[in-house]
């Protein structure tokens, strides 16, 4: 019995959402009392094995055929199923990319199961896993427990923080998949690029994000300051840019962007869950709010309770002194 968590590589480079996938599976791992395995899957994929095995996990499968060197639906889920036919984990963790969206439904039917898709959070209690998602954009959450093994889940982007590496590297076991060319029905074409963004909130250091607490958008300066001093992206929650003080493209939430920063500042923000969603996967949050029960509070790793208005200049002030 393991927890295997499939990483995500396109073009010798990882998504960025494997390893916080990896970090579900450590979490689910240590419920289970299993051992934690991995698996990347292509072609000319060593490097990238060698690297996941730096992580804390018993294994890494190097799952290699020069028909999975671009990705199709049909190659993914014959060699995936070939490796969880071997290996009978009692849990396979995706990360919920565009990629798995396409393949992994398909691969859970093929073991009869569904996949638990856009899990959140993970509840663990007496050896068993209970899977957290959440229904109308985040007003309800529901769990759900998994019949039978083996399990799929796939993990919200920005609901846990990237595993980090560490310990003795584990080994990697080259695993050759039984592939034809008559298996692959279609034919890779260039992948789909959404329109460039001005802003990648999700390449960001550090954020300092707005809420309403800012009462008027001719008050945003104030934390524009904090912003540039930090050298950070701006961005906001929902009823800012709606109102239009802000670009859509720098809402953080579940129907913006999902950020995971060194640093998020949150000011002014009550913690709504759909904001939450968005940015929970921060490593260091920072809530400055007047309400002492602000939902963004139980989220927040430093609390400042008090008038954005005196605090976030007085930060401001501080860190220009500190830099001359």
Not at 200 to 212: E, K, P
Not at 266 to 271: L, N
């Amino acid at each position: 019995m393991s927890v295997l968590v499939i990483l995500e590589e396109r073009g010798g480079k990882w998504n960025r959402l494997s390893f916080e996938a990896l970090a579900a599976g450590e979490r689910i791992a240590g419920a289970l009392g299993a051992p934690l395995q991995a698996a990347v899957i292509g072609a000319g994929i060593e490097k990238l094995a060698n690297e996941a095995a730096t992580y804390k996990i018993a294994k890494i499968f190097a799952v290699e055929h020069d028909l999975l060197a671009r990705y199709t639906p049909d190659g993914h889920t014959a060699a995936l199923e070939q490796l969880i036919k071997a290996q009978q984990p009692k849990v396979v963790v995706f990360p919920h990319t565009y990629q798995v969206r396409d393949f992994g439904p398909k691969l859970s039917t093929r073991f009869g199961k569904a996949l638990i898709s856009d899990v959140v959070d993970i509840k663990t209690a007496g050896g068993q896993v209970t899977f957290i998602r959440q229904l109308f954009q985040g007003k309800l959450n529901s769990d759900v427990r998994a019949a039978g093994e083996p399990e799929f889940v796939s993990i919200q982007a920005g609901a846990f923080r990237a595993a980090e590496p560490g310990g003795e590297a584990a080994p990697v076991e080259k695993v050759a998949a039984e592939l034809e060319p008559s298996q692959i029905r279609t034919k890779p074409e260039e992948p789909f690029r959404e329109a460039q963004r001005s802003v990648d909130l999700s390449a960001a250091d550090i954020i300092v994000s707005v809420g309403r607490g800012i009462k008027e958008k001719e008050n945003l300066p104030v934390v524009e300051q904090l912003a540039s001093v930090l050298g950070a992206e701006l961005a906001a929650s929902r009823p800012i840019c709606d109102n239009g003080w802000l670009p859509m493209e720098r809402q953080v939430g579940s129907s913006g962007q999902t950020v995971s920063p060194k640093v998020y500042f949150a000011i002014g923000i009550s913690g709504a869950i759909q904001h939450l969603v968005g940015m929970k996967g921060s490593k260091t949050i920072v809530a400055i709010n007047k309400d002492e029960n602000a939902p963004i509070f139980e989220a927040a790793d430093y609390g400042v309770v008090g008038d954005l208005f005196e605090i976030v200049p007085a930060i401001v002030e501080e860190i220009r002194k500190a830099k001359a």
